[in-house]
Each structure stands twice: as C-alpha cells, then as structure tokens.
C-alpha cells in the first residue's frame, strides 16, 4: 500500500507504479485526490481509518507492505498497530500493552542551516525508526530520497539503503552528501532463499 503525503495525492506514486511486480494499492488520503475533504477539519483518525478502509477493500492474499512519505509517516504506524484485517482498530481505540518500543513524541532538534532540502528529516529520528522497523543487516528502500538522511541513518545503523529521487539537483547533492562514506550493500541484494 503505498501512501502520499499532504500537498500529494495518489497520482504521486505514478513513476514508480511502472515498475512494481505484483498487486499494490495507491490510496489517497482526506482531502487529496478522489477523496475531498476540507483539509483545515482532516484529523489524523480520518487519515487512518481512510486507509484502513483502502486496506480492508484491498483484495490481494499477499502480506500488504506500507511504503509512505511526508504525512504519511504519521499515518502509517497506525494503521499497521492493527491485526491484518485491521477491523475495529484505528487511533482512537488503541490500548496500550506495553510492548510499544518508541515514543508516540520523538524530539529532535531540527537543521537550521545547512539544509539539501526543505523536508529534510532529522537523521536521529530516522536511526530511531529504522533500528525499530528493519533488522540489523536488512535494507531500507526511501523512494523519495530527497536529502539522502534515510541513507545516512540506514549507515550508522548497520543496514543498507536503496534511495530513489527524480530530482537530478537533489541526486547530487545527496551523493556528494554520501561520499563522506561508501554504503557497501555486499551480498544484501542477492535473493534469500
């Protein structure tokens, strides 16, 4: 399931979309694409439980994979606190069990000067993430690769990453950010039987 961040709609998956094997959903959020909201009145249950319904209506056998951006990082966890059929579950009926192992809040202080891009994301919140969803070794895919952080997270924290980013003046500026070190991907891409 692939999910668009605010200012986007499902549309934005679309050179992507092209080179997927295999079933995928690209749903739009409240207020986005086919799905018109007032976006001043979306809450975040709105956004959650639109997925959860894309979800639910997605007829596929297959384990479902959530891929995000932007706002989408907010919604995601959410919809994937639920079992796989996600019925009944959504952010307003979670109970706490104890076994969440990352704050709902995390702090990081943000880059003020410096900056590749206007999104760019706090590479200590990424290593948080990333050490909490992908096993050590594993890979991380970021189809909107932006400033490279994901990559630079994904290497300080022993996994690899495969970035992708449309924007050539970005690709650059990512790979001169990436040359302070070598991501060695070794014999992670070979298939695993």
Not at 62 to 71: N, P, Q, T
Not at 159 to 185: F, H, M, N, P, Y
Request: overall charge negative; aromatic content about 4%; charged content about 20%.
């Amino acid at each position: 399931m692939l999910v668009h961040g605010g200012g986007h709609d499902a549309r934005c998956w679309a050179p992507l979309t092209g080179h997927l094997d295999g079933p995928f959903l690209a749903a739009d959020l409240p207020g986005c694409g086919t799905r018109p909201a007032d976006l001043s009145q979306v809450t975040l249950d709105d956004l959650v439980l639109a997925a959860v319904a894309d979800l639910d209506d997605f007829d596929t056998a297959e384990k479902v994979v959530l891929i995000g951006h932007s706002m989408a990082g907010i919604t995601i966890p959410a919809v994937a606190a639920g079992p796989s059929t996600h019925s009944g579950y959504g952010p307003s009926t979670w109970v706490e069990t104890g076994t969440r192992l990352v704050e709902s809040v995390l702090n990081a202080p943000k880059n003020r000067s410096g900056s590749i891009n206007p999104t760019e994301k706090p590479v200590s919140v990424l290593e948080l993430l990333i050490s909490y969803a992908c096993p050590p070794g594993g890979i991380v895919l970021d189809v909107f690769a932006g400033s490279g952080s994901t990559a630079v997270a994904a290497r300080h924290t022993g996994r690899s990453a495969v970035l992708i980013e449309k924007r050539e003046e970005q690709c650059e500026s990512t790979a001169r950010r990436l040359a302070q070190g070598v991501l060695d991907l070794g014999d992670s891409l070979q298939p695993r039987h």
